[in-house]
């Protein structure tokens, strides 16, 4: 079973840029059975989709956010990475990573890391 | 965008009361529908993907219905673990976009 780990900074400054990476266990990254996504949720609120990334390196983002995403895939160390630029307080939230499984073209989001809060401060 | 609109968006119920949650979507998107759990300060969990297929470990109490644009969630005889938040889910697009959650919590 997959097993993934979020890890970066939890405070981050505003207009600076959050970094996560995400450790993925159990599986192959670059096995092309999986996409490798990033799903967000501050307090109390809804779950929003960042975007994801193939084990070759394709990528899609959440259009309002996507002129400030980069989502990378580092196979050698088995992980992926989400970078989010000019970061304000609305940025603030619990980040998770996860796989999405296609199954004759239906996605599901199968697998969660615990996820990590970043906080968007002075 | 596809929007996707839960009701309610919360309920207080029983152990052993039967739930039934909607999901709307603003356009139709199939079976490409799927349901989360989320118990606080925990990740979310699959449920149902495609509309009502079961997610593999998911006790059979749980069971998804719709197509096209009007989806549910029911919860044949609720237990103690499932009060928690639930969440729609649309892969129909390349870009998903989630309901807006429905909690349920103890009457």
């Known amino acids: 079973q997959v097993q993934l780990q979020e890890s970066g900074p939890g405070l981050v400054k505003p207009s600076q840029t959050l970094s996560l990476t995400c450790t993925v266990s159990?599986?192959?990254?670059?096995?092309?059975?999986?996409?490798w996504s990033w799903i967000r949720q501050p307090a109390g609120k809804g779950l929003e989709w960042i975007g994801r990334?193939?084990?070759?390196?394709?990528?899609k983002y959440n259009p309002s956010l996507k002129s400030r995403i980069t989502i990378s895939v580092d196979t050698s160390r088995n992980q992926f990475s989400l970078r989010l630029s000019s970061v304000t307080a609305a940025d603030t939230a619990v980040y998770y990573c996860?796989?999405?499984?296609?199954?004759?073209?239906?996605?599901?989001?199968?697998?969660w890391g615990q996820g990590a809060l970043v906080t968007v401060s002075s | 965008d596809i929007q996707m609109t839960q009701s309610p968006s919360s309920l207080s119920a029983s152990v052993g009361d039967r739930v039934t949650i909607t999901c709307r979507a603003s356009?139709?998107?199939?079976?490409?529908l799927n349901w989360y759990q989320q118990r606080p300060g925990e990740a979310p969990n699959l449920l149902i993907y495609?509309?009502?297929s079961l997610q593999s470990g998911v006790p059979s109490r749980f069971s998804g219905s719709g197509s096209g644009t009007d989806f549910a969630l029911t919860i044949s005889s609720l237990q103690p673990g499932d009060f928690a938040t639930y969440y729609c889910?649309?892969?129909?697009?390349?870009?998903?976009?989630f309901g807006g959650g429905t909690r349920v919590d103890l009457k």
């Open positions: 996860a796989t999405t499984v296609c199954i004759n073209g239906i996605c599901s989001i199968d697998y």
């Open positions: 159990g599986g192959s990254i670059s096995s092309g059975s999986y996409y």
């Open positions: 990334i193939y084990g070759t390196g394709s990528t």
């Open positions: 356009q139709s998107i199939d079976n490409y």
């Open positions: 495609g509309a009502s």
């Open positions: 889910q649309q892969s129909y697009s390349t870009y998903p976009t």
